[in-house]
Structure formats: C-alpha cells, structure tokens
C-alpha cells in the first residue's frame, strides 16, 4: 500500500490527497508535522532531501517527492493525464507554472500571513503578495476563455493550481479582480469523488 506523508494545512497536501480519492487508491496517510521538525528528520529527508512534505512512499521502498512529481506519477495512464504529447506538455507548463510563479508567491504570502511572519517582514510580504497577484492574472486571462487548463478537460493541471488558488484570499489578494477564477474553481470542486479537506494552521504556529 502506498503511504503518504503529508501535512493537513498544506495545500500542496491537499493536491495529493484529491488526486488519491478521485483516483479510488488505497492509501495509508501519516500526518508529519512541519513545525514540529518532523519533515526534517534523518528518516524523513532520505525520502524528501528538502525535508518538505509531501512524500509518497511506493510499496518497493522507494518514495517521490515534490507534489507536481508525485500528480503526474499517480495520474499516468488516468483520465486525469492527457497521453498527447503536446497535450501533455501543456498539463506540465502549468504545473511548472505553478511552482515556479503562483505557490512560491501566492503560497508564501498566504503562510506569513496566516502564522503572522508578514508582520515581521512586511516589504517582501507585499512584494510576493503582489508578484502573486500578477500570477493569478495569468491564469485569470487563460481561464477567460477556456473551461479547464488542458484541452478543455479536467487533469492534473487544474488539481495542481487549484492547491493554493482556492485560498489566495488569505494571503491578502482580492480576489474580485479575477472574474473567471471563481467559476473555474466550482468547475473543479463538482468534478467526481472530489473533497477538499485543508485544515487550519494551529494556533501555536504563529511567530
């Protein structure tokens, strides 16, 4: 059976866990808490050399990390996988899109902000806040004109920017100035067998 390492609060969790319930696979999760050092034991960053969660370990030993790896390696051979080429490229430029432009930007912001750390560093809280906001504007454009990310069916790439995009307004970002992100979102959420089961940061997370 599969284990998933993972962290309640986290969206890039979360991406994991939907992928895994829409797909129907049996899997043991256990919860390892970031602000505990959990992900930055011995044990664990043999499998996750970052020490971030999420980790997926396989039943031969072997684990995958980075939550874009483990949607494409649970989604191959799925509906949720485009087997075009070009329509494969297209799912992972937006997963590459998402790690590189919206999580690191809209991700950060909304974790200083929840755990108080903006307070500390307000000028590069606003500056991820705002290269956020350029990010959702990119996606926001696209989605003006298309249902899903990929062919105009739901795949990995919408499990993939769903993660932090579905709570960009807790990073501060208004989200009234991206009209076709919220039908968007509701699109994902009506797909089958989805649940959204993100959970709060702990009051003891704040600085």
């Given at each position: 059976?599969l284990?998933?390492?993972?962290?309640?609060?986290?969206a890039?969790?979360?991406?994991?866990?939907?992928l895994?319930?829409?797909?129907?696979?049996?899997?043991?999760?256990?919860?390892?808490?970031?602000f505990?050092?959990?992900?930055r034991r011995?044990?664990?960053?043999a499998?996750?050399p970052?020490?971030?969660?999420?980790?997926?370990?396989?039943?031969?030993g072997r684990?995958?990390a980075?939550?874009?790896?483990?949607?494409?390696?649970?989604?191959?051979?799925?509906?949720?996988?485009p087997t075009d080429r070009?329509?494969?490229a297209?799912?992972?430029?937006?997963?590459?899109?998402?790690?590189?432009?919206?999580?690191p930007n809209?991700g950060?912001?909304r974790?200083?902000?929840l755990?108080?750390?903006?307070?500390?560093r307000?000028?590069?809280w606003t500056?991820?806040?705002?290269?956020?906001?350029?990010a959702?504007?990119?996606?926001?454009?696209y989605?003006?004109?298309?249902?899903?990310?990929?062919?105009?069916?739901?795949?990995?790439?919408?499990?993939?920017?769903y993660?932090?995009?579905?709570?960009?307004h807790?990073?501060?970002?208004?989200?009234?100035?991206?009209?076709?992100?919220?039908p968007?979102?509701?699109?994902?959420?009506?797909?089958?067998?989805?649940?959204?089961?993100?959970?709060?940061?702990?009051?003891n997370?704040?600085?």
């Open positions: 059976m284990t998933l390492f993972d962290y309640g609060p986290s890039n969790c979360l991406k994991v866990r939907i895994l319930r829409q797909l129907g696979i049996e899997h043991e999760r256990v919860e390892t808490d970031i505990a050092g959990e992900s011995d044990g664990y960053v499998m996750n970052a020490g971030r969660t999420p980790a997926l370990l396989l039943d031969d684990a995958i980075e939550s874009s790896a483990i949607l494409l390696y649970l989604a191959e051979g799925s509906a949720f996988l070009i329509e494969l297209h799912a992972q430029q937006w997963l590459f899109f998402e790690q590189n432009l919206l999580e809209v950060t912001a974790f200083w902000r755990t108080g750390r903006d307070e500390q307000p000028e590069a500056q991820r806040r705002e290269s956020g906001e350029d959702l504007g990119i996606l926001d454009r989605l003006a004109d298309h249902d899903f990310l990929v062919d105009g069916r739901y795949s990995v790439a919408d499990i993939g920017l993660g932090y995009t579905h709570v960009a807790e990073a501060g970002i208004d989200m009234a100035g991206y009209p076709s992100i919220g968007w979102l509701a699109r994902v959420e009506s797909t089958e067998g989805f649940a959204n089961d993100l959970q709060p940061y702990p009051a997370a704040r600085l």
